[in-house]
């Protein structure tokens, strides 16, 4: 029942009706409403993605909301340089995170895109990180 009090709470903040959400989110109101009434368990992850999206939070935001943990990508950690210390980590999670609403033109970018952005990113991020620290200007 918390987490349905909880989505609720939030969406009120948020400013959005349960219709307006369900319409954001792809999701049926009946089933929001039930979720929000604590009728309904936890949602799976990938709905769960969809209300974080409905309203504008990140997928961790609303997966710790729910009470569960995200495990790290597996996609991202083979990117990851045995030179980085979990800093380093938690620096490029808030980085992919400032950049986390991605469109092109004003559409938003599809799964398979969104993948190779944040795969882009996250190459950059390590390179620029590495140049900052052979030059000594690294700032944390």
Do not use: C, H
């Not at 609403?101 to 993948?115: D, P």
């Amino acid at each position: 029942m918390a987490f349905g009090n909880d989505l609720k709470n939030l969406r009120k903040e948020k400013g959005f009706t349960l219709r307006q959400l369900a319409m954001q989110a792809n999701i049926n109101p009946g089933y929001l409403s039930r979720l929000e009434n604590g009728k309904q368990n936890i949602p799976k992850p990938e709905t769960l993605e969809k209300l974080a999206k409905g309203l504008r939070i990140s997928k961790e935001e609303m997966f710790k909301l729910a009470g569960l943990e995200i495990s790290s990508d597996d996609k991202l950690d083979k990117y990851k340089p045995e030179w980085a210390d979990e800093n380093d980590v938690l620096q490029l999670d808030k980085f992919l995170e400032t950049n986390g609403e991605m469109t092109f033109k004003g559409v938003e970018l599809n799964k398979e895109q969104r993948e190779r952005v944040t795969e882009v990113l996250t190459q950059v991020f390590w390179n620029e990180l590495k140049k900052q620290r052979k030059s000594g200007k690294e700032s944390k």
